[in-house]
């Protein structure tokens, strides 16, 4: 089975602060993603990486940055928290294959308190 | 534009009964289909996908969801539910011209409640 860890389960931070999330995978996979998770706001993507030292925005980067120096291990960094950023945040990996559809599998978040 | 919507909040069902929980896509291009869970303090697990193929699709704990390319439509169904089903259920289709990145749009979600 493939498994996804997450470095906390719970975080507490005070704005301003530079926060690391740190996700690490198994499976050898290429891609890795991170969300953040809200109620009635479903899953959005924060970035995305498709190898080492690649990265994309997704749809919320703002105030967000990443790191991929190693294939098996994705860093989500928060620049300086802010209280808007407390939120459940969620890292996935997945397969790449040239059609698509391979599906993602998820750690068991970071629930992110900044106060 | 591409979305996907969950049009329930959430969905209550006596155990034993059948349930559907809905999903409706926006997508250019053939659409890649997913159905995710999510219980109490833990990520998402992998439930079925619909990539090309049979409209029915069948996947874990038992639920299969229908592909409806006229109505872009992918509900999620079970012909008996169980208390243990009650958790957060996620649909998502797989961003247009994403390739092999695999990108994903997710629905809100639905809270799927089983009474005894």
């Known amino acids: 089975d493939v498994k996804v860890t997450q470095s906390s389960r719970y975080l507490v931070k005070r704005t301003g602060e530079k926060v690391f999330l740190e996700c690490v995978q198994d499976m050898d996979h290429e891609n890795m993603f991170w969300y953040r998770q809200d109620p009635g706001l479903g899953l959005r993507l924060i970035y995305f990486?498709?190898?080492?030292?690649?990265?994309e925005k997704g749809d919320i980067p703002e105030g967000y940055s990443v790191s991929r120096e190693k294939k098996e291990r994705f860093s989500l960094i928060l620049e300086s928290a802010s209280t808007n950023q407390t939120s459940m945040y969620l890292c996935?990996?997945?397969?790449?294959?040239?059609?698509?559809?391979?599906?993602?599998?998820f750690g068991d978040g970071t629930r992110l308190s900044i106060l | 534009a591409q979305s996907v919507a969950q049009p329930e909040d959430q969905v209550n069902v006596a155990e034993g009964n059948p349930l559907t929980v809905k999903c409706t896509y926006s997508v250019s291009g053939n659409p890649y289909l997913f159905w995710y869970v999510q219980y109490p303090n833990r990520g998402l697990q992998f439930l079925l996908k619909y990539i090309t193929g049979d409209n029915l699709v069948k996947g874990s704990y038992g639920f299969e969801a229908e592909f409806n390319k006229s109505q872009t439509s992918f509900h999620l169904k079970k012909p008996s539910a169980l208390v243990s089903d009650s958790a957060l259920y996620f649909c998502a289709v797989r961003a247009a011209f994403s390739g092999g990145y695999n990108k994903l749009i997710f629905g809100a979600g639905t809270r799927l409640a089983v009474h005894p």
């Open positions: 996935a990996s997945s397969l790449m294959r040239a059609q698509g559809g391979q599906p993602q599998h």
């Open positions: 990486s498709y190898d080492v030292k690649m990265k």
